[in-house]
Every structure is written in structure tokens, then in C-alpha cells.
């Protein structure tokens, strides 16, 4: 961020790039002032925001609706702090008091949201259409693949920016990322930065919360890649509909040239086909070998899976280090985005395909996704996983069950969020109970709710007869404790749900929340260890007592 230091020299200097005259920035975007006789020439913006405590002398404040509060609110404290104009919906300027003597220009549009993007894009100098980007959207599957197709990138030499729910990466620097696609004016100063870097291209995460709130609606895709979609998010959405129309809108953000890989056969399926910009080549893939791209696997295990991958570019023959089946899938798509990417930026076919035949075997996936937390020196098997939804549960377990090792048993350790969409409780346990031969139910993020009555949903889905293999713990780290230390050698843990999460979100004595550092993959490595001490005292009691 700007100093304002550095923020007053700027507007000093017309020639300065770092700074745009107001006029030029809102030029043919339906922006009016409503500030009579302001000079919108003379007023230079080196920064644009929504957040008025960030604001400093030259900043352009944005003051719209939130989903939670009203920008207007914050007018004044961000001309206390240097702002040189506000922007806000239309009939929004006649609820402003400026203060006295101040030569803010207060400016008006239709629809704050899809104009704060566009403003995002000319301030960091249109970014977005210098770089190639590939977004990816569903409701599970989007971190992996956006990872792998950022490694088949970066393999074939071209540096990739990444932007997802686990982190981001500019080109020179990886940071934890804050949410899953980031609103409209920091996604534009990242994509600048990556530039900066020396990215050409970027792959990215798109949530159907960013879609609906034209978090990227400045953006034209290069690529775009559509997972699959099932119940969740439905607290936001309201409806299944609204959720896929949402997802939709990634499809017509495609450029003419664009490339949409497209999963599945069912309703969900069509409308993302249907919503596809004139022009853009769509990709139908799965696993039978009647789509224009599929995948066949050859033989897995838990280190492992050898597949075969059709693609419109060339086929692959290769042993990629992951499995479950949802997972050859997820490559295939990630190898359609190389590909599309890659294309277009000029690399040959046989360039493509060498890089992507020598990448597929060092593929890794994203922290908290199938992540290994045992060592050879465990005799279990303990994964932790992001899997929060029945459809994520029952890809997980299943793609887990079908290289479990004979007479070892399937654990489950997992819970679901509070204050978010309920219907998918019922839905989960039923989905564990399905492939699971230990079930053991736990608190998420609770929030607000009480942990019992949501564990009281979960267990509604999951039949009576099934329930002597239930187990009930609320303490996430006693659940995992437990199990790890009652496993049998040789069975496999999967605990679900907060994946590469740091923190746990719990419920406080005023009704509110607290917040607490609570990571799977720590505590499951603490119960190893103990298990391994545990096991070393009993051969050093057999030992003396023999």
C-alpha cells in the first residue's frame, strides 16, 4: 500500500504512471459525478479501496453494499484519511455529507460491484489481458487441479502465478491465502504483481461466491475447467439453481478462443456447456472413452495410479503419485488446461507433450488433500483430507477403500461446519457410514451452533442398524486421538474436513465465536508418535517379561 508520503509526490507528477488522472480511470465505464463543478482531471488516484482504514491522501474509497454492512458508513473516515473522491450506486450521493470545504468528487454508477472490477483492472494496468488465465470452478476438485495444472505449466517452463483456497503464488513469493478467489481490487493488484514477476500465465480458483459477486467480472478466460456440482453452499445460495447459474458465469467470461474442459453428463453439465462464449471450444470429459477426453485407470495403490489419458493434443501413458479415481480425473482436466494454456502461448504439440509426459510422475498435491501424515516407521496409514461435502466424502472413501490393504479396516474422522448450509449434514454421515467400517463423528468449525446439535444431523443420516460402529466425540482432538491410538496395524485413517486449515472456529459464552490454532495434520502426528512410544514400551515389557 501507498504512503501517503509517496501518495502526494505522485499526484504531483502528471507523468507518473503509479498515479491516473480520475477522468481517464472512470472514462466510458457509466460513471457520473454528482459533485458539481469538480475538476475530475486535476484529481490524480494512487490507490483505489474498500476498506476505509486503508484509504491515504489520492485514494479512490468505494462505497457499496456489503453482505454484511454499507460503505456509505465509511465515507467520512476515509476523507479523514486522504480520500480524493467516492464511489457509490446510483442515488447514493444525496446520503453523503462531505465535510466543509472538502473537494471530494462524489461519483455515481449503476452497479458498484461489476464497476469496482473493471476500475480494478485499468488502475494495475489491465493485467488480467497480458497474462493467460485458466479458472476453475465446481464444487470439489478445484484446489487440485488448479495446483497440478500450475505444476504442468511451470514444467514446461513458463511461469505460472496460482491463485486458490490453500494459497497464492505471484511468481517469486507463496503466500497462505485468505479465501478462495480474492475480491475484485486485490485479485487485480496480485495478477499485477505476478506480471511484475515475470508470470505469462495463471491458474485460479473460481468460487461461485466470487461469480456472483463479479469478484472477476473484468477478467476473459483463457481456459476454464468445470468439475462437478452437489449440495453445498446453500446458506449463500439459496437455491441448487442459483448455485449453478452462478458456476455459469465462469463459461461466458471466456474469450471466443477459449477452451472449457466440462465434466459429467447431467443438468448441471449443460448449463455450463450452454453458457460457453460463441467461439469457445468446449471439451467433454470423463472416464469413458466416448468423450473427447477421458481417462482410463490401469492400476493403483495408495502410492500410486497408472493411467491412461486421451486428450484432443495426444495421449499419456504415465504413474502418477496419487490416487482415487476422482483424482485421474482431476489430472486429466489439469493436463486440458496445460494444454489450452500452453497453446496459446505459442508452445509446440511436441514441446507440450514432453514436458507434460515428464511432469506427470513429480506431480504433488495441495497441502491438506490427501496429505500423508504417517512415516515408515507407522504401522497405520493416516491421510488428512479437505473433504467437507457427502459428494467430496464418498470420492474420498471410496477412491481410499479401492487400494485399502486386505483385512485392514477404513477409519473416518470428520464433522461439519456450523452456520453454514444443514442440509449437507444428513447427507455426510450417510456417505461415510456407506464406505467406512469405523465412523467417528466430530465437531469442524461449530461456530456459533452447538456441536452436539449439529452432530445430531450428521448421525439423522445414517441408518440405526449401522450405528454399533458410530463412535460420538464433539473434541475434534480427542476424536482424533482415539482413533489413531484404537487402529488396528495396516487400516487406513482418513480425517476430513478442514484439510490444510490451521484454526478451529468455536462457539464463546456471549453467543459469539473464538477462535483457536487447531491443525489435523499436528495433532495426528502427536497420536502417531504416542502410538509408536506406546508400541515400543510393550516389546520392551514382552522382551523382560520373556
Known sequence: ????????????????????????LISGLGIDCATQGADLESIRVCDVTEDSRTAVPGSLFIARAGTKDQGLRYVEPAIECGAVAVLTERGGAGRIELPMRSKVAVLECDDPIVTTAQIAERFYGGAASALMIAGVTGTNGKTTITHLSHQLIEGAGVRCGLIGTVEIDDGRERSRAAMTTPPALELSRTLATMREHDCRAVVMEVSSHALDQHRTGAIAFDAAAFTNLTGDHLDYHLTLDHYRRSKARLFSSLKPDGVAAIVGDDESTQIMVDACTKGARVIRCGPESTKDAWVRIEDESIEGTDVVLHTPGGDFHARVPIFGAYNALNTLQSVLMAQAVLGKLGVSD?????????TLPKLTLPMGRLEHCETSDDDITVLVDFAHTDDALRSALSGVRRVLPGGAKLWCVFGCGGNRDQTKRPRMGAAVAEFADHVVVSSDNPRTESPSDIITMVLSGIDQAQREHVRV???????IHDSIIDARPGDVILIAGKGHETEQILPDAMGGTR??????????KLALRERRLRAKEGEAERAGAS
Open 350 to 358: 511436441a514441446d507440450q507433450q514432453s514436458a507434460i509426459e515428464k
Open 515 to 524: 477462535t483457536i490454532h487447531f491443525d489435523d495434520r499436528e495433532h495426528a
Open 473 to 479: 466425540q464433539p473434541d475434534r482432538a480427542r476424536a
Open 1 to 24: 500500500m501507498w504512503s501517503g508520503e509517496i501518495c502526494v509526490r505522485i499526484a504531483e507528477n502528471d507523468d507518473d504512471e503509479a498515479a491516473m488522472r480520475l477522468d481517464q
